[in-house]
């Protein structure tokens, strides 16, 4: 990977995490460090640049990821995850802030297809952050609270296509 990409995602890592954090308040938290994360990962590590292998399971964690947001949105998870925080998140501003990170997936996926390396980093976040840690800490917050916790029907199958998408970008096909 170039000097100019790992520019390119560092300056793309700090623009959303300022954003992101402005716009959503301090809830947001985890999920920045979850980009940073990606980002450490992104350029620390060989991972297949290989559209015809990571697409279409990308594609899936993409549908995935909508039904996830769906389940969150109908049972009120912008209300209370953020009171977690001292915060609450109004249903326009969580409806916007998951259109913006599904409308980057949909793109990175284009960038996947035309072997953009910068697109890999948003890969790597959905499947590492929106699979494998939404999905884990979606199932951990149903546990800690001992009842249903917005987003943990679908959770499992957040985190399934996260481990199957990492495992296709590092080679190990599952």
């Keep these: 990977m170039s000097l100019r990409d790992r520019i390119a995602g560092a300056v793309l890592v700090l623009i959303v995490l300022a954003a992101q954090t402005r716009w959503m308040g301090p809830a947001i938290i985890f999920l920045s460090g979850g980009f940073v994360a990606s980002y450490g990962v992104w350029i620390a590590n060989r991972w297949k640049n290989d559209a015809a292998a990571i697409l279409p399971l990308y594609l899936l964690a993409i549908a995935v990821q909508c039904l996830h ?13 953020p009171k977690l925080f001292g915060d609450d998140w109004s249903d326009a501003r969580f409806v916007t802030f998951n259109m913006l990170w ?37 199932l951990v917050l149903g546990a800690m609270y001992g009842r249903y916790f917005p987003g943990v029907i679908t959770a499992p199958f957040c985190l399934l296509m996260g481990i199957l998408v990492l495992a296709r970008l590092f080679g190990r096909s599952p």
């Excluded at 947001?69 to 995850?81: D, I, L, N």
């Design 102 to 138: 599904l409308a980057a997936f949909v793109l990175a996926g284009l960038g996947v297809y035309r072997r953009v390396q910068l697109a890999y980093l948003i890969v790597i976040f959905l499947s590492l952050i929106g699979g494998v840690g939404n999905g884990v800490s979606h």
């Design 69 to 81: 947001f769906t389940e969150e949105y109908v049972t009120g998870f912008q209300h209370q995850f």
